[in-house]
């Protein structure tokens, strides 16, 4: 049996290989619902005083109980994110959140929500000296991941543009780790969508940038879209959503 898991793991990482991460430039043009591209002065924690940012700071000393998925529910509170109507990404990200929690924690795969409701995670941000609710929103969820002691990061996002785009897509940071966590994800959710899709790297995204675990960022699907929001909104498709994602990260443990 364990020659068979060596020979799959080698015949895996072969065919990731032949794929290889791409900047696809068509999908890049249509993830105008991620986050911006924030360069490192941007992360000052003192806007006064651009040397003082947050990788010179004291380093955080992780306190809170361990767990293998810290799962990043985009957005919340004040902050929508994509909408369409008076329908909001914020609110996709929770309920998809949710059912990933319940499905690995089913799975013994144990996992942590940063957000479990409707709010801000910048309210909850009292150390990050800006102006920019944005920013204090980002940076509070980097530093969740300095207190927290885990093994990957995996953030939920719901993307917009024409109405003709669709699918799922992830993102992932330059690591082969964070590349083998968003290839398992994104060959799942290919087969949910029924898209080929590949992942992309991605270097100005705060969380990929600045999360130091393997990380990765999946758009669940275009809220623009009408066959997209139809599957995002029903709860038994969300169920499948969360399922696949569920079914990429075991595969991404297996093969570890």
């Known amino acids: 049996m364990k020659h068979y898991r060596i020979l799959y793991v080698i015949a895996w990482l072969f065919l990731l290989t032949l794929c290889g991460p791409i900047s ?39 306190y809170l109980p361990a767990t293998a998925v810290i799962i990043d529910v985009g957005h919340g509170g004040v902050d929508g994110g994509a909408s369409h109507g008076s329908l909001y990404e914020k609110d996709i990200n929770l309920e998809v959140g949710k059912r990933l929690y319940a499905l690995l924690q089913s799975r013994g795969i144990p996992a942590i929500m940063n957000r479990s409701h409707d709010y801000a995670l910048s309210d909850d941000n009292r150390w990050h000296r800006t102006s920019s609710r ?4 980002l940076s509070q969820r980097m ?55 590949r992942p992309i790297a991605v270097k100005t995204f705060y969380v990929l940038k600045h999360v130091k675990s393997p990380a990765v960022l999946i758009e669940l699907g275009f809220i623009s879209n009408s066959e997209d929001r139809a599957r995002l909104t029903s709860p038994p498709e969300q169920t499948n959503i969360a399922r696949s994602i569920a079914d990429g990260i075991s595969q991404y443990f297996w093969i570890n």
């Open 24 to 62: 696809d430039a068509a999908d890049a043009r249509s993830l105008n619902a991620l986050q911006p591209s924030l360069a490192d002065s941007a992360l000052r924690w003192d806007e006064t005083n651009p040397d003082h940012n947050v990788n010179n700071e004291v380093p955080i000393t992780p």
């Open 134 to 137: 944005h920013l204090r929103d």
């Open 143 to 197: 530093g969740l991941t300095r207190e927290i002691k885990h093994v990957i990061f995996v953030s939920l996002h719901v993307n917009s543009g024409t109405p003709r785009a669709h699918g799922p897509l992830v993102l992932h940071q330059k690591s082969g780790e964070s590349y083998l966590l968003a290839s398992s994800i994104q060959s799942e959710m290919n087969n949910l969508y029924n898209t080929a899709k």
